[in-house]
T-cell receptor, first 115, second 112 residues
Framework: DGGITQSPKYLFRKEGQNVTLSCEQN?????MYWYRQDPGQGLRLIYY???????QKGDIAEGYSVSREKKESFPLTVTSAQKNPTAFYLC??????????????FGDGTRLSIL | AQSVSQHNHHVILSEAASLELGCNYS??????LFWYVQYPGQHLQLLLK??????LVKGIKGFEAEFIKSKFSFNLRKPSVQWSDTAEYFC??????????FGPGTRLSVLP
């Protein structure tokens, strides 16, 4: 089955550590996205990528970094500079990016907690 | 910049009641509109979408939504809810050339 796989499902981080969240898709989608979901705030865009080797900051990129070396992979690193990293992180993809009416497909999410 | 508002944070209904969840967006122009649902413990999935044509769109599981351009609204409706509709519902908008913008979500609890 085609879909988006996020791992791990739960992640614990000590203060001052960087952690990397994995996102892989086998839908052959060009565009990929990272969102942060906090209660009552909906989904806020962290980074997005429309094609391989290209990515753009979203609304809340500070303290995060990404790479897009392969079409199917879009890992997110939560750095120690992110002041409030405890959240639920969602990865999504779509056939193409901004110039499209195609919906996004979502992974199951990673819940990050700070110890 | 585009923003999306959803009128209710938490809606509680009994089974068989009718449902209407409000969604308004701030910036006009050519828009694509979506409703997503997140059932407990599951990933977000698409309920329905509108990008052109008939402003009344039908989605999965008996849901429908009506796009009213003059009101910048895209309200979600279902004539008779079931306990299994308990979930969080997100409205999302994207303008041509812009990213998706999500509303804050509405939590629906259906009492058996």
């Amino acid at each position: 089955d085609g879909g988006i796989t996020q791992s791990p499902k739960y992640l614990f981080r000590k203060e001052g550590q960087n952690v990397t969240l994995s996102c892989e898709q086998n839908l052959n989608h060009d565009a990929m996205y990272w969102y942060r979901q906090d209660p009552g705030q909906g989904l806020r865009l962290i980074y997005y990528s429309q094609i391989v080797n290209d990515f753009q900051k979203g609304d809340i990129a500070e303290g995060y970094s990404v790479s897009r070396e392969k079409k199917e992979s879009f890992p997110l690193t939560v750095t120690s500079a992110q002041k409030n990293p405890t959240a639920f992180y969602l990865c999504a993809s779509s056939i193409n990016g901004l110039f499209s009416n195609q919906p996004q497909h979502f992974g199951d999410g990673t819940r990050l907690s700070i110890l | 910049a585009q923003s999306v508002s959803q009128h209710n944070h938490h809606v509680i209904l009994s089974e068989a009641a009718s449902l209407e969840l409000g969604c308004n967006y701030s910036y006009g122009g050519t828009v694509n509109l979506f409703w997503y649902v997140q059932y407990p413990g599951q990933h977000l999935q698409l309920l329905l979408k509108y990008f052109s044509g008939d402003p009344l769109v039908k989605g999965i599981k008996g849901f429908e939504a009506e796009f009213i351009k003059s009101k910048f609204s895209f309200n979600l409706r279902k004539p008779s809810v079931q306990w299994s509709d308990t979930a969080e519902y997100f409205c999302a908008v994207n303008n041509y050339g812009q990213n998706f913008v999500f509303g804050p979500g509405t939590r629906l609890s259906v009492l058996p």
